[in-house]
């Protein structure tokens, strides 16, 4: 059982709620030691006092902030002094839509519980309020020295937080971004193809589809550098799609990504349209197709890119995320 980063009061209106914030998410990001090359030897970051070159302990270390001419040195409790609502408060100041709150704001996500069998009515009127209503609550607090803006959601049953950017973190894109299209128009007839493309690329969220394929390479290499064999490189990178050759770039992209359902039925109306093979117990049967080994091998030997090309129109699910061998079995199965 996870222990909380947080307990405190979440506060709506003349409510209040004793809750327990917990992380949602880990990271499975591959860590590297860093060693000086030719060596086995481990470089270690220290803290080291810069005028005597002494190491020295954490709780030795105060915060400091340089106003130009001198340091002004503020002490841990000070901090938590200051802390609107003393650090423990979490207090709702407005409900919102949440389609109001725009993607870019939300940074990381929590989930929220009771802090105690007794309070779980209240835990459960929140929510259920929230999910009923769509809506979020906007409230602030202070975790770790630091003040969070946050969203109160309902999601699968729970409350969640989701931190929020503040508005002045955000960057005006305008003036972030270079190259930003002006009055560059696409035809209509792009707009359609794109529009068409989207439209059969569509499919169902499932987070399940997609994983890390670039940790699951870099596991690769370090197993194959260990064991003394070949790397397998990536593909090389798409190149730069050009202004001439844009619509056809769209047209070939729909034609590959048609569904296995849309290749069905033009498949089946070519065969009501033309002849019939019958024998005297009606339509002959179209012979199945069977997969053997040597069909995985002779697949494993396609590029990447043909390899998604052929799980494009079987419509293999996940193919996305999937590696080259990954794909080549997909298909090996599929058939």
């Known amino acids: 059982m996870a222990s909380p980063i947080w307990t405190g009061i979440v506060s709506f209106g003349l409510v209040s709620l004793p809750v327990a914030l917990y992380t949602a998410t880990d990271s499975h990001t591959i860590r590297f030691h860093q060693l000086q090359r030719g060596t086995a030897d481990r470089i270690r970051n220290r803290r080291v006092n810069e005028r005597t070159g002494d190491e ?3 709780d030795e270390i105060v915060k400091g902030y340089d106003t130009g001419s001198e340091y002004v040195v503020v002490e841990p ?5 200051i802390a609107p609502g003393r650090s423990r408060t979490l207090e709702v100041s407005e409900f919102v839509d949440l389609d109001t709150v725009e993607p870019v704001f939300f940074d990381k996500t929590y989930y929220l519980g009771p802090r ?5 009515k209240v835990y459960a009127l929140l929510q259920r309020a929230l999910e009923e209503s769509d809506k979020a609550g906007i409230a602030t607090f202070v975790m770790r ?3 969070y803006l946050v969203a109160l959601k309902a999601e699968d049953g729970l409350l969640t937080l989701h931190t929020l950017h503040w508005a002045d973190e955000i960057r ?6 270079p190259d930003l299209p002006g009055r560059t128009e696409p035809t209509p007839a792009e707009v359609k193809m794109a529009h068409q493309l ?3 690329l569509t499919t169902d969220w499932d987070p399940e589809d997609f994983h890390d394929t670039f940790r699951e390479k870099v596991e690769a290499l370090i197993q194959a550098k260990a064991a003394g064999e070949a790397v397998e490189k990536a593909e090389p990178a798409a190149q730069p799609t050009g202004v001439v050759d844009l619509m056809e770039a769209l047209r070939a992209s729909v034609e590959r990504a048609r569904s296995p359902k ?6 089946g109306t070519s065969e009501k349209a033309g002849t019939s093979e019958k024998t005297g117990h009606g339509k002959k049967p179209a012979a199945k197709k069977r997969t053997k080994s040597s069909d995985v091998e002779s697949l ?3 590029t990447k890119t043909e390899l998604y090309e052929k799980a494009a129109k079987a419509g293999v699910k996940g193919r996305s995320g999937m590696t080259h061998n990954q794909l080549a079995d997909a298909l090996a199965k599929d058939s």
């Open 145 to 147: 020295g630091r003040e």
């Open 198 to 200: 989207i439209d059969t």
């Open 262 to 267: 849309d290749t069905g039925e033009k498949a």
């Open 116 to 120: 105690g069998e007794q309070y779980g």
């Open 77 to 81: 409790e000070e901090l938590d002094d």
């Open 56 to 58: 020295v302990d954490l």
């Open 300 to 302: 494993r030997s396609l």
């Open 172 to 177: 005006d894109p305008h003036q972030e971004v």
